[in-house]
């Protein structure tokens, strides 16, 4: 006889949209079907966004920048009090399974794996309970590169003021800022959008765009906004600074203004989908000066061509 939780599995499987993909993910020490995994209500994650998460780009089944990316978890859960569930060998282990089952199964070898650690299940209070299990979660998908006419022709961003929290430094859940950050380009049909947030003297300063970080290029060096609570650490800034160190790029985190923003020689993005990637067009008006203006520029080229070879060096 077919129990309750049997037929309320059965009503969730069979509403479970198309698109979500059978491929295996991590759930609680479980490796499980996508479309079979299920969480409490009560997970904080859904009622409240108390996690964190980090994706973590894969290349030819090897993880880049692994350890940077799980410093980066480790210091989102110190800020949200919250313990790690696994060692860093105990992560690796888990993450390079899913990323040979899904290469064997879909031939995807270069893919995106994600992973998302809550709180744990508890009544709805808004204060932290302790000693809670965590719930632990992994999938990976398919890597989908930037086009090559992204990569030739730039992409156009649009700039709006920073709307979010004051704690953007934690890498949480909680991402409704950012979504609806990315919902202002996508009605622009724009790639990204680009924030800025005023300061106390009311000139408004880069922070970042809703998924990426910033940069501009000023006289051949390549700036970028300062560490902060307003700004995710993100995983390629070390990184970008590694390169320009090899290219022999000047580099500098400070603040950046909105008209050094606008007046740049160059404007770049970068995040683990997009690696670097050239912005040609802000708010409607072309990037750059002179002869390369709208055109994705030598910086740009130097350090994609860079970051290429990082990916091979740099992957576990």
Same mark, same amino acid.
């Given at each position: 006889?077919?129990?309750?939780?049997?037929?309320?599995?059965?009503?969730?499987?069979?509403?479970?949209?198309?698109?979500?993909?059978?491929?295996?993910?991590?759930?609680?020490?479980?490796?499980?079907?996508?479309?079979?995994?299920?969480?409490?209500?009560?997970d904080r994650g859904?009622?409240?966004?108390?996690?964190?998460?980090?994706?973590?780009?894969?290349?030819?089944?090897?993880?880049?920048?692994?350890?940077?990316?799980?410093?980066?978890?480790?210091?989102?859960?110190?800020?949200?009090?919250?313990?790690?569930?696994?060692?860093?060998?105990?992560?690796? #282990?888990v993450l390079r399974?899913?990323?040979?089952?899904?290469?064997?199964?879909?031939?995807?070898?270069?893919?995106?794996?994600?992973?998302?650690?809550?709180?744990?299940?508890?009544?709805?209070?808004?204060?932290?309970?302790?000693?809670?299990?965590?719930?632990?979660?992994?999938?990976?998908?398919?890597?989908?590169?930037?086009?090559?006419?992204?990569?030739?022709?730039?992409?156009?961003?649009?700039?709006?003021?920073?709307?979010?929290?004051?704690?953007?430094?934690?890498?949480?859940?909680?991402?409704?800022?950012?979504?609806?950050?990315?919902?202002?380009?996508?009605?622009?049909?724009?790639?990204?959008?680009?924030?800025?947030?005023?300061?106390?003297?009311?000139?408004?300063?880069?922070?970042?765009?809703?998924?990426?970080?910033?940069?501009?290029?000023?006289?051949?060096?390549?700036?970028?906004?300062?560490?902060?609570?307003?700004?995710?650490?993100?995983?390629?800034?070390?990184?970008?600074?590694?390169?320009?160190?090899?290219?022999?790029?000047?580099?500098?985190?400070?603040?950046?203004?909105?008209?050094?923003?606008?007046?740049?020689?160059e404007v770049l993005?970068?995040?683990?989908?997009?690696?670097?990637?050239?912005?040609?067009?802000?708010?409607?008006?072309?990037?750059?000066?002179?002869?390369?203006?709208?055109?994705?520029?030598?910086?740009?080229?130097?350090?994609?061509?860079?970051?290429?070879? #990082?990916?091979?060096?740099?992957?576990?």
């Open positions: 006889m077919t129990t309750q939780v049997d037929r309320s599995t059965l009503r969730a499987m069979q509403s479970m949209p198309a698109s979500v993909p059978d491929s295996l993910c991590y759930l609680n020490g479980e490796y499980t079907p996508l479309r079979e995994a299920r969480v409490s209500v009560l859904f009622i409240f966004g108390d996690g964190v998460y980090e994706v973590v780009p894969v290349y030819g089944r090897r993880l880049f920048r692994f350890n940077e990316h799980m410093a980066r978890l480790d210091r989102s859960l110190e800020k949200l009090r919250m313990p790690n569930p696994h060692t860093r060998g105990e992560w690796l #282990a399974e899913l990323v040979v089952r899904h290469a064997e199964g879909s031939g995807a070898d270069d893919q995106m794996v994600y992973l998302q650690v809550t709180r744990g299940i508890a009544l709805r209070d808004h204060v932290m309970p302790k000693d809670l299990e965590p719930t632990v979660f992994a999938m990976t998908n398919a890597m989908k590169p930037v086009s090559a006419e992204q990569r030739h022709q730039g992409v156009a961003c649009v700039t709006a003021r920073d709307f979010r929290w004051e704690r953007c430094d934690i890498k949480t859940t909680s991402l409704l800022g950012n979504v609806l950050a990315r919902q202002i380009s996508a009605d622009r049909g724009a790639a990204e959008t680009i924030m800025l947030r005023a300061g106390a003297n009311g000139i408004n300063y880069l922070t970042e765009a809703s998924s990426s970080n910033v940069w501009i290029v000023h006289e051949g060096a390549l700036l970028g906004p300062p560490k902060s609570e307003h700004v995710l650490e993100g995983i390629r800034v070390e990184l970008l600074e590694e390169l320009c160190e090899e290219e022999g790029i000047a580099f500098n985190l400070r603040p950046i203004t909105e008209t050094e923003l606008l007046a740049a020689d993005l970068s995040s683990a989908t997009k690696e670097v990637l050239a912005v040609t067009t802000l708010d409607g008006d072309l990037v750059g000066h002179g002869a390369g203006k709208g055109k994705p520029g030598p910086i740009y080229a130097r350090l994609y061509a860079a970051y290429q070879r #990082a990916k091979a060096e740099q992957s576990i």
